[in-house]
């Protein structure tokens, strides 16, 4: 049945060249978006940039840049990467845009009318990296005992007149959230921190600035803008035409399927964002997932070390696929991992070359040489093919079931297993030899790994969108029936069809050796 999916990334503070980890969020997203069109569901996929804040408004002043200029160019770096990762987002959200602004300021308004904001003034710690605020128990001692915020970012002392949002009084409301929605915010053992970090009491919320002035204008309060993280979140709403308007997109698309998030942002998501929503009489998203944080060769990923991962580059040395193949496959999402160009290599040589690769190209080389490329007519199938075929077309249920706990890399496992099946089905039935006394029974295996191929290169085309279409290109299978609607029988390939001549889709990742000429 045809449902609606709505999907979202973060916001990129444009501060910052897009790198392996913002890659790997709005991948994500687009491995589930796709996978839900090709299931026939209505998608909204969203991604964008997170343009105001002090954060930003320093890096403007750093470049020598009016905010507005900077803000511009450094944006398009993410459409950028978006266009070279081959997301499939819908739309692409920047908060300064004028849309943006209305959704915020209304969204402000509903949660005043709820007389959950009040004016007072904020005195204490705040760090400009995180743009958050950290109580004076949260600060851990960094280098010479400064203080610094639990993330190592310096934090500085700020007091000015601000509104607050009266988080504390959402505490009993938001663990009665978690406790009737346990899907809420995953994985669990992110569920549990986020429980027990509002379990352990709230503090109101500062929730406008008046030092500075790179931001929306709280509505109706000279010198006051909003909280750069209230404007950013308000981004989910933005799309979908919030407060009203847009034909009924927003009462459609509210709640959120979705939103993936980093682990580094999540309280702001499952804490504040909920109680934000709750309070202006609105739904909170169905859930929240934050994803682990990747590392490079072990160490933080930062510009003073140098070793920050550009996606644009690995994309150059190891193609878009199986750059995209390998940080889902690496780590499975939600925890931690390291990134490493040898891992990427050993990935691309083992799983895509040798077990993928090799499949699909001795399958449809032997129709080529023994069949002269015409699919051959399958005879009586015996178990060992009943079963494969059947391991083969359980593979949308099963894939399907990991995408929605948002276990990619499960999805993934699941692909690989029966590509390590149809690899032993191969290397048992032998139909290299086989045909030789007994040409129908190799066409029937040939029929069968050709069968089994089709159903692995549907259920790739979310993570390997190129290459899955070349895969179905070279079985001939109509542009028509790619979905996942062809899964079952219905889509079966049809004997007599004359197949293109094969090409190698996976080629290994040759090293060259160092000083080789
Ligand atoms: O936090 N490993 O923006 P941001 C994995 N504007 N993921 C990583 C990563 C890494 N090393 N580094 C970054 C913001 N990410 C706000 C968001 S949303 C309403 C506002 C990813 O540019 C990860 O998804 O700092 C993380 O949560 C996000 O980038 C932070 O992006």
Redesign the pocket.
């Known amino acids: 049945m045809a449902e609606r999916f709505y999907i979202t ?5 444009v501060n ?1 060249v897009p ?1 392996i ?2 890659a ?2 709005t991948l994500a997203c687009d491995v589930m978006a796709r996978f839900h069109r090709l299931n026939g569901d209505e998608v909204l996929f969203l991604t964008g940039t ?1 343009e105001h804040g002090q954060k930003v408004e320093k890096a403007a002043a750093a470049a020598g840049e009016p905010p507005q200029t900077f803000v511009d160019g450094v944006s398009q770096n993410f459409r950028a990467l978006a266009k070279a990762m081959k997301y499939s987002n819908d739309d692409f959200i920047r908060t300064t845009e004028p849309r943006h602004i209305e959704a915020s300021q209304a969204l402000w308004k509903a949660i005043e009318a709820s007389g959950n904001i009040y004016l007072g003034g904020y005195e204490g710690w705040y760090s400009v990296r995180d743009e958050a605020f950290y109580a004076e128990d949260e600060l851990v001692a960094g280098p010479g005992g400064k203080k610094r915020a639990p993330t190592g970012a310096d934090v500085e002392w700020v007091k000015e007149p601000s509104y607050f949002f009266k988080l504390s009084a959402w505490q009993d409301r938001l663990l009665e959230f978690y406790e009737k929605n346990p899907q809420a915010v995953q994985p669990d053992s992110r569920r549990n921190e986020v429980i027990s970090f509002v379990a352990g009491g709230l503090r109101d919320l500062s929730i406008s600035r008046t030092s500075f002035t790179w931001g929306i204008p709280v509505p109706d309060a000279p010198g006051h803008i909003m909280y750069v ?1 209230l404007d ?2 308000a ?1 989910y709403l933005t799309e979908i035409g919030y407060p009203g308007g847009k034909d009924g997109k927003f009462a459609r698309f509210w709640p959120a399927d979705v939103h993936v ?2 682990k ?2 999540l309280r ?1 998501h499952a804490v504040y964002w909920p109680a934000f929503l709750m309070a202006a009489g609105l739904e909170p998203p169905r859930r929240v997932f934050a ?5 490079v060769e072990g160490e933080k ?1 930062s510009k003073s070390l140098g070793n920050v991962v550009d996606p644009h580059e690995m994309i150059e040395r190891y193609g878009l696929d199986p750059f995209r193949y390998f940080l889902l496959r690496e780590v499975p999402f939600g925890n931690d991992g390291d990134f490493s160009q040898a891992a990427l290599i050993q990935r691309i040589n083992s799983d895509l070359a040798n077990d993928l690769g090799n499949l699909f190209q001795r399958s449809l080389s032997m129709i080529q040489s023994y069949f002269a490329g015409v699919l051959p007519k399958p005879a009586q199938f015996s178990d060992a093919d009943r079963l494969l075929i059947e391991q083969a077309t359980k593979l949308h249920p099963s894939v399907g079931a990991a995408i929605g706990r948002q276990a990619l890399h499960e999805a993934l496992g699941e692909i690989w297993r029966v590509v390590a099946d149809a690899n032993r089905y191969v290397d048992g039935e032998r139909p290299w030899t086989v045909r030789k006394t007994d040409s129908v029974r190799a066409g029937t295996v040939l029929y069968v790994l050709a069968e089994t191929v089709r159903h692995i290169a549907l259920l790739l085309q979310p993570f390997m969108p190129d290459s899955a279409a070349r895969m179905l290109d070279q079985l001939a299978v109509p542009v028509d029936a790619r979905t996942f609607a062809y899964c079952g029988v219905r889509g079966q390939l049809v004997s007599g069809v004359q197949l293109p001549k094969p090409e190698g889709i996976f080629p290994r990742y040759v090293v060259e050796e160092k000083g080789a000429a």
């Not at 990334?9 to 503070?13: A, G, K, L, N």
Request: proline share 4%.
């Open positions: 990334t973060p916001i990129y503070y910052d790198h980890g913002h790997y969020t997170d993280w950013a979140l981004n998030v980093g580094d942002i702001f994803h682990g944080w990747w590392t990923m």
